[in-house]
């Protein structure tokens, strides 16, 4: 018999993110750990600030670019949080960063360009280099090495064709958070070779104990493209509001691209986006917390399991789980949790091969659930524990 995830695998031209959410959608009576969707409400004052924009006429057309209002807030907050210098030629509001990233890459790539991207990573970056006709490079980051990229293996995947790494820190699948240092490699890498840095950190604020979250644009700020986003900032994913950050001359490329598709993020989006980062502080708390909770329940409980590993969790939120010691692949172990546990979680291998043996959790449910999880993943045994 066909295992249900085992059958999603089988179709690897499909986006098997895409593939698992729409599997997740149909079941019931499953403990769902697979989405990468905060569940926790948006917080009330930016529910409200949305709802206040729309009383007052913020229901038509802003500029391509982006409201004048929402656009300083993004300039604001990053000169108050990262220290940056940002002017309004330098940014453009998106439908998250989804769009920021597609735009990002379109101002960039020319057909074979390379872009280097660290493995496991967010599966969609693959696509979208691929729809420029551009070449993803994948350099693997090891568990061993808390998965933080190192200088040498970047430094062998560069060639006379890579036009940009792609740096996402907090990390979506593994969690980690790249240190200084490791990101101060990157940045030397980029100028010596003078690429561009995508800075992917839509979780930026979702970083744990005492690990600290370094801006890329603080490091290279001539050649960083920041993806922002606030969907996973403020629990706001159904708003599709981000932003595009960086040098003047994509960031007015990546506009005209979009002035050619007229996408904007919707008007009341970027009232609500940038009260929202206009407050930061207080609204982020309360879901910083509780995620942070979340994580290091799983994290203790999951590593009495004799045949699980994990490290611990730094930031986003997710925890990837070594499972290898079940004698199961990802894509097997995954079937099997889900068919005795009722548990569904992403095998490591969606995120790239390197991904296998792991499979990825997100902490997006309460603790009540997450406690009736843990119950699962211990009444698992296995024929062939290694
Ligand atoms: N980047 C990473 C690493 C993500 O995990 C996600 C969503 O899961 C996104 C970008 C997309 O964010 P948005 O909702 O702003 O398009």
Redesign the pocket.
């Given at each position: 018999m066909v295992k249900a995830l085992a059958k999603l695998f089988q179709a690897p031209e499909k986006n098997i993110m895409a593939e698992i959410g729409k599997t997740a959608a149909l079941m019931t009576d499953v403990i769902d750990l697979s989405i990468?969707d905060p569940d926790l409400a948006t917080p009330a004052p930016i529910v409200n600030a949305a709802a206040t924009a729309m009383l007052a006429g913020k229901t038509h057309y802003t500029a391509s670019a982006g409201d004048p209002e929402y656009l300083q807030a993004i300039l604001d907050f990053h000169h108050q949080n990262f220290g940056s210098h940002y002017q309004m030629e330098n940014v453009q509001a998106t439908v998250?960063?989804?769009h920021a990233t597609d735009l990002a890459f379109g101002a960039l790539l020319d057909p074979d360009d390379e872009v280097i991207i660290f493995e496991p990573y967010?599966s969609p970056y693959k696509v979208q280099v691929e729809q420029y006709h551009a070449k993803p490079v994948f350099v693997t980051c090891q568990a061993a090495d808390n998965f933080q990229p190192q200088k040498a293996a970047i430094a062998a995947a560069i060639t006379a064709k890579t036009k940009a790494i792609l740096v996402?820190s907090p990390n979506?699948p593994t969690g980690a958070v790249y240190d200084q240092e490791t990101l101060q490699a990157i940045a030397d890498l980029a100028k010596q070779h003078d690429l561009y840095l995508i800075a992917?950190e839509?979780y930026w604020p979702y970083v744990y104990n005492d690990h600290e979250f370094v801006p890329l644009e603080n490091l290279a700020p001539e050649r960083t493209l920041v993806t922002g986003?606030l969907?996973k900032v403020f629990a706001m994913?159904g708003f599709r509001i981000?932003y595009l950050l960086g040098p003047k001359e994509v960031v007015s490329a990546a506009g005209l691209l979009n002035e050619g598709v007229t996408y904007t993020a919707p008007s009341m989006a970027q009232s609500a986006g940038g009260f929202g980062l206009q407050n930061v502080t207080e609204l982020v708390e309360p879901l910083k917390n509780e995620f942070s909770q979340r994580l290091a329940y799983l994290g203790e409980e999951l590593n009495q399991l004799s045949w699980a590993k994990t490290i611990p969790v730094a930031g986003s939120l997710y925890l990837f789980l070594d499972i290898s010691g079940s004698g199961m692949d990802d894509v097997e172990f995954s079937d099997y949790l889900l068919e005795q546990a009722g548990i569904l979680v992403i095998p490591g291998q969606a995120f790239g091969t390197s991904g296998k043996g792991f499979v990825r959790i997100a902490a997006t449910q309460e603790m009540a659930v997450l406690k009736q999880a843990v119950a699962g993943f211990k009444s698992l045994s296995f024929a062939s524990q290694k």
């Open positions: 990468g998250g960063a989804s967010f996402n979506n992917d839509v986003s969907s994913t981000g």
